[in-house]
């Protein structure tokens, strides 16, 4: 009996109510304007009157199940969905079977293949004939990246097209769907109605499972913002330590502490807590922008990151976390200076290139007799004990011309190094020409 509501687009009256909500028709799918719109790409597709293969990657609870059973509908194709947990070769095989006697009979099939990032890689691969025979025209749903998680043979006969997650505007429409299929209000007060659409965090499903369990309490109860919290438990945020999601927040607050934003490097430190984030991970990437941006711009800035690393390890959770914030204050408001970064690169290309080229002979060690009969140490000057307190000695190899690595940028402390340095390049270059004098 379900499987024939199901085909009419009509569902029992007990299912739940985001079964009942479900739109009937793509210009009832809330919050995907720029694939479904008049000029998206989706929707030019069906006005073509021909669907190509495609990849649908977004959120859980954004529509990509409804946008495919949608499509078929209104593309006139037979519409099969599997679901890459619960499928294996067998369910596979099965399903281009009868694709192909449907072919056979004038009839197209659209494949729906849910979280079909599970397949592995030989599982894909087996997409790949009937896709291109046009035995099925393949719809694949995703919530992780496909660059990443889907052959590259794949992605290359589908098109990729990007869900968003709901904003508030799509929550709430689908909040009103719910009173009006209802023909109640919600029992909440305004303010606790906002708080429920945060709860969501851009899911419709869960958005509608929530409101379910609002609808069924007694007539008259209105619920406040902690008569909200009371009943319904805090979502923990879509967050995978080993996947996209981790590698754009960690990106997220390195760019946000390089763009000296401390506002916004503190939001990305927490969401990336409040997801479960290893704090000396993050820790330890705090050092890295330490030495990475800020170098001798701010030199206090490496020590106030080692220092919160290791007061977390001494506190732990959650009164460590504090040190971490602050140390991205820190780094964040300090003067910022990528020159130490980028004299070590240029620095490790010209010891490559040099390869094993010998210190000059004034400034080896000469332990020995015969080392000093050698040469070594010889004319060597103890800068402190020069006059100047600074010698002018070249001390890079007598094969290789003078280097100029370190050039700060004249920010922060490094305004004083510069002046310092072009002080003793100075000093060094009227040293030199006196040395050819005296010669």
């Known amino acids: 009996m379900s499987d024939l509501f199901e085909a009419s687009g009509i569902h029992p009256p007990d299912a739940p109510l985001a079964d009942r909500l479900r739109p009937r028709a793509l210009d009832q799918v809330v919050g995907q304007d720029h694939l479904l719109g008049a000029d998206g790409p989706i929707r030019r597709m069906i006005d073509s009157g021909r669907l190509g293969s495609m990849i649908l990657w977004g959120p859980p609870g954004t529509g990509k199940t409804t946008i495919a059973r949608l499509l078929a509908q209104a ?23 009868t694709a192909r006697a449907r072919r056979a009979a004038g009839q197209s099939t659209l494949l729906f293949v849910d979280e079909i990032h599970r397949f592995n890689r030989a599982q894909q691969d087996g997409f790949l004939p009937f896709v291109e025979e046009g035995v099925v025209t393949l719809v694949g749903a995703t919530t992780e990246n496909p660059s990443f998680e889907l052959n590259g043979a794949l992605l290359s006969r589908s098109q990729v097209f990007v869900l968003k997650r709901l904003d508030d505007a799509a929550l709430d429409q689908l909040l009103i769907r719910a009173e009006a299929q209802l023909d109640r209000p919600l029992p909440t007060t305004p303010e606790a109605r906002h708080a429920l659409l945060a709860l969501a965090d851009g899911d419709g499903r869960y ?35 080993s996947r996209e999601e981790h590698y754009n927040l960690i990106s997220a607050l390195h760019k946000s502490v390089r763009g000296s934003d401390p506002d916004a490097a503190l939001y990305w430190l927490a969401r990336m807590l409040n997801g479960g984030e290893d704090p000396l991970y993050l820790a330890r990437r705090i050092v890295r922008m330490a030495v990475e941006d800020i170098g001798e711009a701010d030199p206090l800035s490496l020590l106030v990151a080692n220092a919160a690393k290791d007061t977390y390890d001494f506190l732990g959770s959650p009164e460590g976390e504090l040190a971490l914030a602050q140390a991205v204050v820190h780094l964040a408001t300090a003067p910022k200076s990528v020159g130490v970064y980028e004299a070590y ?11 094993s080229l010998m210190p000059p002979a004034h400034i080896r060690n000469a332990p020995t007799k015969l080392m000093k009969q050698l040469g ?7 800068d402190p004990d020069t006059e100047l307190g600074f010698s002018g000695a070249d001390f890079f190899p007598d094969e290789m011309e003078r280097q100029s690595f370190y050039r700060p ?27 050819r004098g005296a010669d």
């Open 207 to 241: 958005l509608l499972t929530m409101a379910e369990t609002l609808f069924a309490l007694p007539d008259g109860q209105m619920l406040d913002v902690q008569g909200l919290a009371g009943l319904l438990q805090k979502r923990a945020p879509a967050y995978d330590k």
């Open 345 to 355: 690169k240029t620095a490790k290309r010209a010891a490559a290139e040099t390869g």
């Open 409 to 435: 940028k004249g920010q922060g402390h490094e305004e004083k190094i510069k002046a310092r340095l072009d002080h003793w390049a100075e000093l060094r270059a009227r040293l030199k020409a006196e040395d």
């Open 75 to 97: 593309a006139g194709y037979q519409f099969q969905q599997i679901s890459a947990v619960f499928s294996g070769v067998a369910d596979l095989k099965k399903a281009f079977e």
């Open 376 to 382: 070594y140490g010889k004319g060597y000057q103890y």
